[in-house]
């Protein structure tokens, strides 16, 4: 997998430090070349541990980090501005680090105001805790690589249709950001399950999942563990590749598609490239008034939660051929 701006500027700053030992809490900084106004560095600390930088002319606000993967500091430097520093207390996640570190520069390449900068920053490190809360190495298990897989090909199959702008139809993709339905349009929403061949059932994890006030279809994608070389099989580093291959000449689709899989919990690595799998069939039900569901407006009022199991062998008579317009 081919390396970022960033972790080719840590594996030189590695070399040069090799050489010419860092003192005592030193910084080895190099700008990032790009067409932002902002400042941003790539460079490792006194104990060749990697980390990101910017340069801001006021004294950066403390921000709330609970984090065993990475912390961060500010630092005076000598014309009076200011770094925030982002650093990974390990080794082993430059990787998943440098990508990571990679997307907040290029959302930057369009701010001005330090102000916006901050913002920015902040968000990013939130979305970052959340990436290795479950874990320590920031990488998805397998069910959920195969529920994201799930949703992102039918993100595939509604730009294919061209119904919508681009840009539109995935900011409409609105899972990752804990939505009820993993897709909202005006028009309808679509709420879509992964499942394993030949299982009966797919799991229903609220009582807002399948309650909709537009048109609402449940699609079902079973899924099953294949290999590179079999026809139409994909890993999530693949879809994810010939999604964005689909959507760039769309600036404002691309960054949309790249938050939200942030915020899905996926940044790209070689470990997605280990797992494939090839949707072997896809089932799409109409969400009616006749659909069997537990809703609000079904369920005794004392019952304010639910995760129930629904058998979709029984669901024929609400099959329909085609997703939603």
């Known amino acids: 997998m081919t390396k970022t701006k960033i972790e080719l500027l840590w594996d030189d700053e590695l070399l040069q430090a090799a050489k010419r030992p860092l003192g005592r809490d030193g910084l080895r900084l190099t700008r990032i070349e790009s067409i932002s106004n902002i400042d941003i560095y790539a460079g490792i600390d006194d104990a060749d541990r990697v980390v990101l930088a910017i340069s801001v002319k006021k004294r950066p606000p403390a921000i709330s980090l609970d984090s065993r993967t990475f912390d961060h500091f500010r630092q005076q430097r000598a014309d009076g501005s200011w770094l925030l520093v982002l650093r990974l207390r390990g080794k082993g996640l430059e990787p998943v680090f440098g990508r990571l570190c990679q997307d907040l520069v290029d959302s930057t390449i369009s701010v001005i105001a330090e102000d916006e900068l901050l913002g920015i920053f902040q968000a990013r490190l939130q979305l970052w805790q959340k990436l290795f809360l479950g874990s320590n190495d920031g990488l998805l298990e397998v069910h959920q690589i195969k529920g994201l897989l799930a949703e992102l090909l039918i993100l595939g199959k509604i730009l294919q249709r061209g119904l919508r702008d681009a840009a539109e139809i995935v900011a409409g993709w609105v899972g990752p950001r804990g939505a009820d339905q ?5 028009s309808g929403s679509i709420e879509v399950k992964a499942s394993a061949i030949g299982r ?21 994608i079973a899924l099953e563990t294949s290999s590179p070389s079999t026809t139409g099989a994909f890993s999530l580093n693949s879809l994810v590749n010939l999604l964005e291959s689909q959507i760039v000449y769309s600036a404002p689709a691309l960054l949309t598609l790249r938050e939200r899989l942030l915020e899905a919990g996926y940044v790209e690595h070689p470990y997605y ?3 494939w799998f090839n949707p072997v069939s896809t089932q799409i039900f ?28 029984y669901l024929a008579a609400f099959r329909r051929n085609e997703l939603p317009q």
């Open 200 to 220: 009966r059932s797919v799991s229903i994890s609220s009582l807002e999942q399948l309650d909709c006030v537009t048109p609402l279809a449940l699609v079902v």
């Open 182 to 186: 993993d897709f909202i349009y005006g």
């Open 286 to 313: 109409d969400v009616g008034e006749n659909f069997p569901r537990l809703t609000k407006k079904t369920v005794p009022p004392e019952l304010t939660q639910a995760k129930y199991e629904l058998d979709i062998t």
């Open 273 to 275: 490239d280990e797992n």
